[in-house]
T-cell receptor, first 113, second 114 residues
């Protein structure tokens, strides 16, 4: 079974600074997808960024980018120029083309003004 | 475009009572998911529908949980009888189709069992 591990229960960043959230996963599959979801206190889960395992290029979405290390099974999220609105729970998730999303335990990100 | 709708938003019941949650996915989305999110944890998939058929219900506690998606649109998730450990947020999500399409989540229903 696939597992997703987020080793940082909480992270803190100063506004306008950069922060990196860690995620590792375990799978025997070669073709899969990885996601970062954001869950603000209102609880609506929102997709932040996705990465296809077959793509070597790291995905980027505006201030959000990933560092995907397939051999190490590592998938970290970098948030640049952090904003107060970035404060939320962030979940790393895995999908092996079978639709089922497996989530990590989450990282609470706090942004200090 | 309207998002995924869920109701109620909050529910408090006593153990051994029954409860039902409702989800209306985004129009045109064939795939619907129910997740359970216990406080401090990531969501866990309970059941996945493709149109009105069940794709995966391997993690659904079938002795007390049931779900249906009649007509392949709205879905209901029922718990009967509820236990204290069922206290959680129940999230509904939908996606355009099977495969690696983005899943869109509803606001969730927070269930408290006392």
């Amino acid at each position: 079974a696939q597992t997703v591990t987020q080793s940082q229960p909480e992270m803190s960043v100063q506004e306008a600074e950069t922060v990196t959230l860690s995620c590792t996963y375990d799978t025997s599959e070669s073709d899969y997808y990885l996601f970062w979801y954001k869950q603000p206190p209102s609880r609506q889960m929102i997709l932040v960024i996705r990465q296809e395992a077959y793509k070597q290029q790291n995905a980027t979405e505006n201030r959000f980018s990933v560092n995907f290390q397939k051999a190490a099974k590592s998938f970290s999220l970098k948030i640049s120029d952090s904003q107060l609105g970035d404060a939320a729970m962030y979940f790393c998730a895995y999908n092996n083309a079978g639709n089922m999303l497996t989530f990590g335990g989450g990282t609470r990100l706090m942004v200090k003004p | 475009e309207a998002g995924v709708a869920q109701s109620p938003r909050y529910k408090i019941i006593e153990k051994r009572q029954s409860v039902a949650f409702w989800c209306n996915p985004i129009s045109g989305h064939a795939t619907l998911y129910w997740y359970q999110q216990i406080l401090g944890q990531g969501p866990k998939l309970l059941i996945q529908f493709q149109n009105n058929g069940v794709v995966d219900d391997s993690q659904l506690p079938k002795d007390r949980f049931s779900a249906e998606r009649l007509k392949g649109v709205d879905s209901t998730l029922k718990i009967q009888p509820a236990k204290l450990e069922d206290s959680a947020v129940y999230l509904c999500a939908s996606s355009l189709d099977e495969g690696n399409y983005e899943q869109y989540f509803g606001p969730g229903t927070r269930l408290t069992v006392t």
